[in-house]
């Protein structure tokens, strides 16, 4: 599996992502992905899946070193003691001693982002985190959470598909050496049927989707597509085996729009101008 390095971490370079996956579906397509090569797993306390996810790891027979586990802290619980109280509950959950990545999952306007920074830190300073890192943090909480950071934040997972414009909050992470992580990658089924896309793909012998998920790969972003469906997680993996032209690259960068962001919760931010 290739990795991307941020900040002193080595990051598969594509993820399952799980949310949405419960109960022995959630188990069986983590350990069926760990079997089909995957090496980076996402979840978070608000996914309810935790303890699911920790058994399809322990089920999948691989070394814990040898897998990527990320989960993430909701916006709910950002509080010093808040804060710890549910990471210690998702370790528990997980039954790990310790995570690879460690998010704040969204910011919290109403909570110090200092003293979030500071539980976070910690925890990457207990190594019950490997590193640290942030999730749907504009550009101004970007520059406000690594001044405030002891340690090197090695990521912010933000939503990426070739809807959206996201370059200006790709360009801030780089400049402080946070890698970019992509959830909806896929544009919750909107890639599948995208007639540009299906027209790339057939040049290559791809599907849409896996043109999507090399377009984020091929610019060193980190998608976690989710699937509940086995036979679709080798066709996400399968995206290392050929190159899209500099002229496809920017056919589906034009795809965007201004109206092209499909997650913005009630305790979203102020997002940045694209």
């Not at 066709?235 to 002229?247: H, M, P, Q, W, Y």
């Amino acid at each position: 599996m290739q990795v991307v390095e941020a900040n002193g971490a080595r990051i598969p370079a594509i993820g399952l992502g799980t949310m949405t996956l419960k109960g022995d579906v959630c188990v069986e397509i983590v350990s069926a992905a760990l079997g089909l090569g995957y090496r980076h797993l996402d979840t978070a306390q608000m996914y309810g899946n935790e303890a699911e996810v920790g058994q399809g790891l322990k089920a999948s027979g691989l070394k814990r070193e040898d897998v990527f586990l990320t989960t993430k802290v909701w916006h709910s619980n950002l509080a010093p003691g808040d804060f710890e109280r549910s990471f210690d509950e998702s370790l528990k959950k997980l039954d790990q001693s310790y995570v690879d990545l460690l998010l704040i999952h969204w910011p919290n306007a109403n909570v110090s982002l200092a003293g979030t920074m500071a539980s976070l830190c910690k925890a990457a300073a207990d190594r019950r985190a490997r590193h640290v890192g942030i999730a749907n943090f504009t550009m101004p909480m970007i520059e406000e959470a690594v001044r405030l950071a002891t340690v090197p934040l090695v990521t912010n997972q933000i939503e990426v598909h070739p809807y959206i414009d996201q370059r200006r909050v790709i360009d801030t992470c780089r400049r402080h050496g946070l890698a970019v992580t992509a959830y909806c990658p896929l544009a919750r089924g909107g890639v599948p049927s995208d007639e540009t896309l299906q027209r790339i793909g057939a040049a290559h012998g791809k599907s849409a989707s896996q043109v999507a998920l090399r377009w984020l790969v091929q610019q060193g972003i980190i998608p976690i597509p989710r699937t509940a469906s086995r036979a679709r997680l080798p066709e996400n993996l399968a995206v290392f085996d050929f190159t899209l032209s500099d002229g496809e690259m920017a056919e589906i960068a034009a795809l965007r729009k201004p109206n092209g962001r499909l997650v913005s919760p009630p305790h979203a931010p102020q997002w940045d101008a694209a």
